[in-house]
C-alpha cells in the first residue's frame, strides 16, 4: 500500500466531522428549557457535546500512536514526526494568535490582551493557575478553547519516546492502559481533595487517558490483542454508552460534576475508542461515518474547531445588533445560523488556502521511499485535528 491521502481511512475523516459538529453544537446549540420534548431533548445531547473533545482525543492517540509504531524501524522518524506535526498544526494555530493580536490593537485592549499571550503561544494554557491568563476575549476574539489544544501537543512532545522505550520492550500496551488508569486514579484524588475540576478537565495528567486508551487501540490490532479487542468493540461500546446516559441522567451532563469529571471522562474514552474500533471493520457504524458530509466537515475540522470559537465574540455581538430585543430563543437560534454560515466557509478557505500550502510541504517529510507497495496500515498517512 503506497503512502498517500487515498489510503485514509473515510470513517475515521466521517468521526472527527461528527467530533467538530458536536463541539459546535455544544457552543452553539440550545434547548434544555424548552417547553418541546424534542427540542430539549436536542439541547441535552447539545449538551454533552464537549465529549466531542474526548472523541478528538482518542482518535488523536490512536492515529499519531499508529503512525509511530510503523515508524519506528525508519531512521529518522522521529523528527519526520515532530516536522509534520508542526506543520499541520503550529500555521493555523498561530495565524490565530496573530488575529488575536491584531484585534486587540482593533479594540483599542493591547495592554489587557499582549500580556498574557505568551501563555497560548508556549501550549501552557491548560494548567489551571495559568486558565484566567488565556481567555483573551476582550480583544473581541477568544481563544478558550485552545486549552485542548495544548493536552494534544503536550502529549505528542513526550508520548514518542514513551512509546519507542516500550515498544522495544514488547509492553507497549502495559504502558497505554497504566496510563489510562493512572489519569482516573489522578482525577479521583483532585475531585476527593476538592481541587479546582480544571485539575480534571483541562490538564495533560487529566485528560491523558482519553489519548492513552486510543494509543492502546493502536497498540492492540499491531499485536495478538487484535481480536480480543475487536470482539469486546460492541460490548464495550454499548455498556460505555448506557453508564454515560445514566451518570448524565442522574447528575447532569457538565464535565464539571465529579462523576463526569472522574468516571465520565473515563467511560467517554472507552466509548470512544470502542466506536473507532467499529469503524475499522465493516458494518453500520462504518456506513454512517462514510457518510459525505461527515467526511467533508472532518476534512476541514482543524479550522471549525478553530474559528468557531475565535469568532464566536464577533458572532455575539452581529446578533445582539442585528436582533435587538428578540426573545432568547430566536436570539439563540440565529447565533447558531451566523455561526455556522460564518465557520465553514472561513474553514473552507482556510483549508484550501493557508493549510494546504503547509500541507503540501509535510509531504516531503513522509517516510521512507521503501515503504511504497509495502503492505503497510492505513493509519500511518491518516490525519490527525
Known sequence: MSTTKSAQIPSLNGIRGFAAIAVFSLHYGGGNKSHTAVLRLIGWISSLGWAGVSLFF??????????????????????????????????????????????????KVPSRVLPNTWVVALYLQNLPPLYPK????????????????????????????????????NRALHLCVGLFLMTLIFRIICVSRHADLHWCTEFLIGR?????????????????????AMSWA???????????????????????????????????????????????????????FEMRFLQW???????????????????????????????PATQ?????????????PIS???????????LRAKERFTLSDETKGRDIPESVVAETL
Not at 485542548?148 to 508520548?159: K, N
Not at 439563540?332 to 465553514?344: D, E, M, N, Y
Open 208 to 228: 491523558a487517558g482519553e489519548l492513552a486508551i486510543g494509543s492502546a487501540l493502536a497498540v492492540a490490532i499491531r499485536s495478538s490483542w487484535k481480536t480480543i
Open 332 to 344: 439563540r437560534v440565529g447565533l447558531f445560523i451566523v455561526a455556522a454560515a460564518v465557520t465553514l
Open 134 to 169: 488565556f481567555v483573551l476575549a476582550s480583544s473581541g476574539l477568544s481563544v478558550g478553547h485552545f486549552w485542548s489544544l495544548a493536552v494534544e501537543e503536550q502529549y505528542y512532545l513526550l508520548w514518542p519516546l514513551c512509546l519507542v522505550i516500550f515498544w522495544r520492550r
Open 58 to 107: 482518542v482518535l488523536s492517540g490512536f492515529l499519531i500512536s499508529g503512525i509511530l509504531c510503523d515508524s519506528f524501524e525508519f531512521e529518522g522518524w522521529w523528527s519526520k514526526f515532530y516536522i509534520r506535526r508542526s506543520l499541520r498544526i503550529f500555521p493555523l494555530y498561530y495565524l490565530s494568535l496573530l488575529l488575536v493580536a491584531i484585534a486587540s490593537f482593533a479594540f
Open 297 to 327: 466537515v472532518g476534512k476541514i475540522s482543524y479550522g471549525v474547531y478553530v474559528y468557531h470559537v475565535l469568532f464566536g465574540p464577533l458572532y455575539g455581538r452581529f446578533i445582539e445588533w442585528s436582533l435587538p430585543g428578540a426573545s
Open 348 to 358: 473552507l478557505l482556510s483549508y484550501y488556502t493557508f493549510e494546504s500550502f503547509f
Open 234 to 288: 460492541p460490548w464495550a461500546f454499548v455498556i460505555s454508552g448506557l453508564l454515560i446516559v445514566g451518570i448524565s441522567l442522574k447528575y447532569g451532563t457538565s464535565e464539571y460534576t465529579a462523576p463526569m469529571a472522574t468516571a465520565g471522562l473515563s467511560l467517554f474514552g472507552i466509548f470512544s475508542a470502542s466506536l473507532i474500533a467499529l469503524c475499522l471493520r465493516p458494518g453500520l457504524s462504518q456506513r454512517v
